[in-house]
Nanobody, 115 residues
Framework: QVRIVESGGGLVQPGGSLRLSCAVSRIIFSIYRMGWYRQAPGKQRDLVADITRGGSTNYADSVKGRFTISRDNAKNTVYLQMNSLRPEDTAVYYC?????????WGQGTQVTVSS
């Protein structure tokens, strides 16, 4: 059974940091490019960062220089280190393959940046 489970979200002040984790079924993790997406209230779900099996990365302009995506192949886990967080980073963050598959969406993890 395919499973994706996100964790690590929370409430943080502007300028703070959080590290998100995404545990992925091996069958997905070993095959696909993986990405972190986010969806703010009233907005569409957007891709913010992705990483290939070989470790090449891409970032949305809005997070470039502040967020870092990485993967641990031994643990079938994808991470998103988020630094210098801004109120506009507030959203539910999801992990999925790139391009996404609707059947793979997990519960997501809420990130709230507020003073």
């Amino acid at each position: 059974q395919v499973r994706i489970v996100e964790s690590g979200g929370g409430l943080v002040q502007p300028g703070g940091s959080l590290r998100l984790s995404c545990a992925v079924s091996r069958i997905i993790f070993s095959i696909y490019r993986m990405g972190w997406y986010r969806q703010a209230p009233g907005k569409q779900r957007d891709l913010v960062a992705d990483i290939t099996r070989g470790g090449s990365t891409n970032y949305a302009d809005s997070v470039k220089g502040r967020f870092t995506i990485s993967r641990d192949n031994a643990k079938n886990t994808v991470y998103l280190q988020m630094n210098s967080l801004r109120p506009e980073d507030t959203a539910v963050y999801y992990c999925n393959r790139v391009p996404f598959t609707d059947d793979y969406w997990g519960q997501g993890t809420q990130v709230t940046v507020s003073s």
